[in-house]
């Protein structure tokens, strides 16, 4: 039209896993110094907060607390990459990452839990699954420490 040029739209973003590229995945991102939210929120999709949120979250994919972000919140939730603070009881059923700018207090229920050199936590975790087949007891490795070769049990 007339020499104006049609916007271009972005390509959704892409999370590639060993080479191939996944399904484009919606993040969320609610962003605010100030922003303070509080209520019942239910969210279908991925979630990034990067201000304060206190309530209950409820989110169908992966909740991503950034290292702005104050959760004061009971979780549902599919997966979890703390970077800033959490206090509250969390169910994720996929994985929970508490990175090394992560600081959480509270109980977590999953079946896989990682903390990062440098990131805090203070509570109880219990499986979501308990391990029928096993005696349920199994040797905790540090993970630097499997890297390195030595498997020493702690």
């Known amino acids: 039209m007339l020499g104006r040029k049609e916007p271009q ?11 191939h590229s996944a399904a484009p995945i919606t993040l969320l991102t609610v962003i605010g110094d100030t922003a303070k939210f509080e209520g019942k929120f239910e969210i279908a999709d991925s979630i990034q907060i990067e201000c304060e949120i206190g ?9 991503v607390i950034g290292e702005k972000g104050v959760v004061n919140a009971n979780v549902e939730t599919v997966d979890a990459i703390i970077m800033g603070h959490y206090d ?49 007891q199994r040797q905790v490795y540090l ?10 049990p702690r």
Do not use: C, Y
């Open 55 to 63: 309530g209950e979250l409820r989110v169908g994919g992966k909740l």
């Open 9 to 19: 739209k972005a390509a959704a973003p892409q999370v590639v896993t060993n080479g």
């Open 143 to 152: 993970i630097d420490e499997k890297r390195a070769g030595q498997t020493v």
């Open 88 to 136: 509250g009881n969390m169910t994720a059923t996929g994985n929970v990452e508490i990175a090394a700018t992560g600081r959480v207090s509270g109980n977590i229920k999953t079946d896989s839990l990682v903390i990062s050199k440098g990131g805090f936590f203070n509570g109880n975790v219990s499986k979501i699954h308990e391990d029928v087949a096993g005696s349920g």
